[in-house]
């Protein structure tokens, strides 16, 4: 069973927000952080921020500090995370992983930002 | 932030060959580094966590190795399946940094 299950994809108008979900499943979800990775068409990896999703503490990437927004919902063990004011440079698939050394990968969801 | 530096780039090999990729941090990180494979219109995949520990249900032709500033990712005999790109990372600190790849290819 795969334990990171996230959304599906989207597009948006350069300006917009998008959340994005990853649900956890299979084990303790406020036992491990969960950080967001992104990777834009042909490139390499990105290093997002990360969530503790037991308390809420939240370490943002300063690329992205003032447009994302992580968050957690215990009750669904569920973690988000929200951009703002896509730019066409945002396109991207975006990875949800879980623990410091990302032992489990969420599938992805390819974000397009395209006006 | 700490910067990772993955080398070669590229690198073409022959089914059986031994392969090494190296990834050199800025800054000192211990043993804080993971290693990932990722093929096309996958997400990448864990292999070794903490510099030399394989990852569950990875097999034993890939080991990791290093500590401080400077890691080896080694595949004893590459295969077929094994053709992708790998990734190292650290987590010693934030913001967590990838070195920018090594895509193995067929020679």
């Known amino acids: 069973q795969v334990p990171l299950v996230q959304s599906g994809a989207e597009v948006k108008k350069p300006g917009a927000s998008v959340k994005l979900s990853c649900k956890a499943s299979?084990?303790?979800?406020?036992?491990?952080?969960i950080h967001w990775v992104r990777q834009a068409p042909g490139q390499g990896l990105e290093w997002m921020g990360i969530?503790?999703?037991?308390?809420?503490?939240?370490t943002y990437a300063q690329k992205f500090q003032g447009r994302v927004t992580m968050t957690s919902d215990t009750s669904t063990s569920t973690v988000y995370m929200e951009l703002s004011s896509l730019r066409s440079e945002d396109t991207a698939v975006y990875y949800c992983?879980?623990?410091?050394?990302?032992?489990?990968w969420g599938q992805g969801t390819l974000v397009t930002v395209s006006s | 932030d700490i910067q990772m530096t993955q080398s070669p780039s590229s690198l073409s090999a022959s089914v059986g060959d031994r392969v090494t990729i190296t990834c050199r941090a800025s800054?000192?990180?211990?043993?804080?580094l993971a290693w990932f494979q990722q093929k096309p219109g996958k997400a990448p995949k864990s292999l070794i966590y903490?510099?030399?520990n394989l990852q569950s249900g990875v097999p034993s032709k890939f080991s990791g190795s290093g500590s401080g500033t400077d890691f080896t990712l080694t595949i004893s005999s590459l295969q077929p399946e094994d053709f992708a790109t790998y990734y190292c990372?650290?987590?010693?600190?934030?913001?967590?940094?990838f070195g920018g790849g090594t895509k193995v290819e067929i020679k």
């Open positions: 992983a879980r623990r410091g050394y990302s032992d489990y």
């Open positions: 299979g084990y303790s979800f406020t036992s491990y952080y």
């Open positions: 969530i503790d999703p037991s308390g809420g503490t939240t």
């Open positions: 800054q000192g990180i211990s043993n804080y």
């Open positions: 903490g510099a030399s």
């Open positions: 990372q650290q987590y010693h600190s934030h913001p967590f940094t």
